[in-house]
């Protein structure tokens, strides 16, 4: 899919992700409360799909919310856009 927001960006065609993700918060959540976090409170995520657009901010920002409501200290994320590395 083209990258920036013409007509057939991922930017504008990207809803149905975004719909997924929406009906996977619940289960996303409850995964991550699950986790044990570590003695150090220092939590690393790493998203090395196509991490540039809107969904992957948002799902990040809901895993920091839940990590933090756990008592995380600390959240490092790691973002890879493959996009971008193959061009």
Not at 11 to 28: D, E, F, G, K, V
Not at 50 to 55: F, K, L, T, W, Y
Request: aromatic share 14%; glycine share 6%.
């Amino acid at each position: 899919m083209p990258p920036g927001s013409g007509r057939y960006s991922y930017a504008l065609n990207s809803w149905m992700q975004a719909l997924a993700i929406q009906r996977l918060l619940p289960t996303l959540q409850y995964v991550v409360n699950c986790f044990k976090l570590p003695q150090n409170g220092i939590i690393h995520v790493a998203n090395l799909g196509c991490s540039c657009g809107a969904n992957a901010f948002n799902v990040a920002n809901i895993i920091s919310i839940s990590f933090r409501t756990n008592g995380a200290s600390e959240i490092k994320y790691f973002f890879n856009d493959f996009n971008v590395l193959f061009q």
